[in-house]
């Protein structure tokens, strides 16, 4: 029996056959791959879309769906996976996602 590394059972693979990064997005909790995915940072108690992911600091994925954002925020997912306690403006998010 061949062993098959558990990323490579059901992830996707990029345009060379080769697994490519996968990262859960915070509001449905489905894996994807990294480029599919929109990388969101705070800054200053504001959540910002990261297109390049260029910024420090942790980031939380998420799809560029309206319907992800909405779960992520009545799950308070972004705090979570930012590690911050207090509340994140979404607003730039909100007007952003699906623009990419
Ligand atoms: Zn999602």
Same mark, same amino acid.
């Given at each position: 029996?061949?062993? #098959?590394?558990?990323?490579?059972? =059901? +992830? *996707? &693979?990029?345009? !060379? %056959?080769?697994?490519?990064?996968?990262?859960?997005?915070?509001?449905?909790?489905?894996?994807?791959?990294?480029?599919?995915?929109?990388?969101?940072?705070?800054?200053?108690? #504001?959540?910002?879309?990261?297109? =390049? +992911? *260029? &910024?420090?600091? !942790? %980031?939380?994925?998420?799809?560029?769906?309206?319907?992800?954002?909405?779960?992520?925020?009545?799950?308070?997912?972004?705090?979570?996976?930012?590690?911050?306690?207090?509340?994140?403006?979404?607003?730039?998010? =909100?007007?952003?996602?699906?623009? !990419?």
């Amino acid at each position: 029996m061949r062993q #098959v590394p558990p990323t490579h059972r =059901r +992830g *996707r &693979l990029g345009s !060379r %056959g080769r697994a490519v990064p996968q990262r859960t997005c915070v509001g449905c909790r489905v894996r994807a791959a990294k480029s599919d995915l929109l990388r969101l940072v705070a800054v200053e108690g #504001v959540l910002v879309p990261d297109h =390049r +992911g *260029r &910024l420090p600091g !942790r %980031g939380a994925y998420l799809h560029p769906d309206p319907a992800c954002l909405e779960l992520a925020e009545r799950r308070r997912a972004f705090p979570r996976a930012l590690r911050l306690a207090g509340p994140l403006d979404a607003g730039p998010i =909100r007007s952003g996602i699906g623009l !990419r």
